[in-house]
């Protein structure tokens, strides 16, 4: 299902640079008529180029559908059923809607200028990646959407055990340690939100557990994450055996 959304999704994108290339084109044709200044003409081509590289690079971006703030089971219940669990299907993936959910659950925005998780001095310092079967992507909250940050399957670079490369998703925490209090309180932050996806998984019926063994560097690495971010900690979610 999960596979099937993807699919669908990366078709509309692919047909949207379609469109937008055949327009590039013709309006390039055109250009000779339009522009009869050759310095018109090599800055609409500038300009054109332009475009189609954002478009280019949009086509990476996943748009998320809004987060379903109403279902779920009741917090007590979700509490009751929170644990960790170190074994996934490996068959399965997460559906768009459910990822939607989780990332928005975990540290998305429910309020203009704040979050689902706390942080000190409300600092906002923590962000959230995710290794996921086609690739790295990084969770932009403010608008709710999915930033490729690099294409392949790294769901076993995120940690060392071997149940990692299993997980349909695994998330890996980034502070900016430069806004956050201290690297303390990005460590504890790191918690809040690790318990928001705890109590999501319990009300979906997935299996997760959160991790402090992973490479640190490698992941940066992998990130291209500047000097002020680090990676702090990892969580792996995905389905029951």
Request: aromatic share 10%; with cysteine.
């Amino acid at each position: 299902m999960a596979q099937n959304n993807t699919k669908i999704h990366k078709k509309l994108q692919d047909t949207d640079f379609i469109r937008y290339f055949f327009i590039f084109v013709i309006v390039l044709s055109k250009s000779k008529t339009i522009f009869k200044n050759q310095t018109m003409k090599k800055l609409s081509f500038l300009i054109l180029m332009t475009v189609m590289m954002n478009v280019f690079l949009s086509a990476q971006d996943i748009q998320l559908p809004a987060p379903d703030k109403t279902g779920g089971k009741p917090l007590m219940q979700a509490l009751s059923e929170r644990k960790t669990t170190r074994e996934f299907r490996q068959d399965k993936d997460l559906p768009l809607t459910t990822l939607s959910n989780l990332l928005w659950a975990a540290n998305g925005f429910n309020r203009p200028d704040k979050r689902t998780a706390p942080t000190a001095n409300n600092r906002q310092e923590l962000e959230l990646y995710i290794a996921v079967r086609d690739g790295l992507y990084f969770y932009d909250a403010k608008n709710h959407k999915l930033k490729l940050v690099k294409k392949g399957d790294y769901r076993k670079n995120t940690g060392m055990q071997d149940f990692v490369g299993d997980a349909s998703l695994n998330v890996i925490f980034v502070s900016d340690l430069s806004k956050a209090t201290s690297r303390h309180f990005a460590l504890i932050d790191c918690g809040f939100v690790s318990q928001n996806i705890y109590l999501f998984c319990a009300s979906e019926g997935l299996n997760t557990v959160v991790r402090g063994s992973f490479d640190k560097d490698e992941l940066g690495k992998l990130l291209n994450l500047p000097s002020n971010q680090e990676v702090l900690l990892t969580q792996s979610v995905g389905y029951p055996k």
